[in-house]
């Protein structure tokens, strides 16, 4: 066997048993042998799939390879990954343990090609995609990052109480105090708060355990209509106080205390 024939059934990866006899260095009938003498130790549908009567005509039709199955055969038992480990197994050769972990790694396990550009503009579209695919990962693991830190606090009946009165949006409380969303946002960057990420705001780790905030994952498409996914922040009534009084001790007061301090 030259080149090994990729085959799949039911969205597996699977082997012909004249394929496994070849590359684990034994014959179909030791194969079909150890499968006889074993067959309470093999599931259909698990191990193997035994193919007869309208699925093996199905499979005849859409195989390339005719020499995969007999012309005149009435059944075909095709190998998943774990009936190939069993196999390999039952042999106990050195040759059939070596092939099936290149099977496990090679074959069961199809890495995707990376396509090499050809010309400068496919390499720079290429750098861009795998930046954007670094982006999106750092994106997801700092939501859950922020998510799990936000769970942490016990909360007692003060936090209790806090937490049913409901979340508010950066743009209410900036709103408050005469400001966009963009410039309180800014402000706490400025005080050691929160910390930008492509475009996303999160706060910094000493702050994500103080019930705060709650994120939820938010999905989208950019401009180029590729799916991207950003948190969806709001604070806690516990983060509205927390912003207020750290204002508060820089001098920044809300639009409705302007009166009083002057």
Do not use: C
Not at 142 to 164: F, M, S
Request: no cysteine; aromatic share 12%; charged share 25%.
């Amino acid at each position: 066997m030259n080149e090994l024939q990729a085959i799949e059934q039911q969205g597996q990866r699977v082997l012909t048993t004249e394929q496994l006899a070849e590359l684990y260095g034994t014959t179909s009938r030791a194969i079909k042998q150890n499968f006889s003498n074993n067959k309470g130790k093999f599931k259909d549908g698990l191990h193997y799939f035994l193919l007869d009567g309208t699925t093996l005509k199905d499979f005849k039709d859409k195989v390339d390879n005719f020499d995969l199955v007999g012309k005149n055969a009435n059944q075909l038992y095709l190998w998943t990954r774990r009936g190939a480990a069993r196999h390999s197994k039952m042999l106990g050769t050195d040759q059939a343990w070596d092939m099936f972990d290149s099977l496990e790694e090679n074959y069961f396990n199809p890495q995707p090609q990376l396509q090499v550009p050809q010309t400068l503009p496919e390499a720079l579209r290429l750098a861009a995609d795998l930046a954007d695919d670094r982006d999106k990962e750092r994106n997801g693991r700092l939501i859950a990052e922020q998510q799990v830190n936000e769970l942490k606090p016990k909360a007692d009946y003060y936090d209790h109480i806090l937490a049913n009165k409901g979340l508010v949006t950066t743009t209410s409380i900036a709103k408050n105090y005469g400001w966009s969303a963009t410039r309180l946002n800014r402000e706490l960057h400025e005080l050691g708060v929160q910390f930008n990420q492509s475009g996303s705001w999160y706060l910094y780790s000493k702050y994500q355990d103080h019930g705060y905030t709650h994120t939820e994952p938010f999905a989208y498409k950019d401009k180029d209509g590729n799916d991207q996914v950003k948190p969806k922040t709001k604070w806690t009534q516990k983060g509205h106080i927390f912003i207020y009084e750290l204002l508060k001790g820089h001098d920044i007061l809300p639009m409705i205390e302007w009166e009083d301090a002057e």
